[in-house]
């Protein structure tokens, strides 16, 4: 039996993903070069962020609480800003279409 069938995961929650969207929002506003914003190019930056910043999986209230604790970090803001500047450069220079 598979795990997925047996266990409820819907309430896993990276909650990094929430940081690097509010974060692609701010810079995709103040970018200033001409920049392709459909579906799969930020689909694609959204990706590329995530996977180079730590991420804070949570499922209960003390996971959200300790994930929180975590994110305020400048250090981990500064990452979460880093990753997002990157993946709009990259994704800018290839984009994910012809």
Known sequence: MALI?????????NEAENLVLAEL????EA???KICTCNDCIVDMAAIALNAVKP????SLLGTLYAA????EESYA?????????????VRKNPSHD
Do not use: C, G, H, P
């Not at 929002?25 to 995709?28: E, M, P, T």
């Open 78 to 90: 500064n990452s979460i800003k880093e990753a997002v500047s990157n993946a709009i450069e990259q």
């Open 5 to 13: 069938d047996t266990y409820d995961f819907e309430l896993l929650k």
């Open 25 to 28: 929002d701010r810079q995709l």
């Open 69 to 72: 604790q975590a994110m305020n």
């Open 56 to 59: 804070y999986y949570r499922f």
């Open 31 to 33: 970018f200033e070069e």
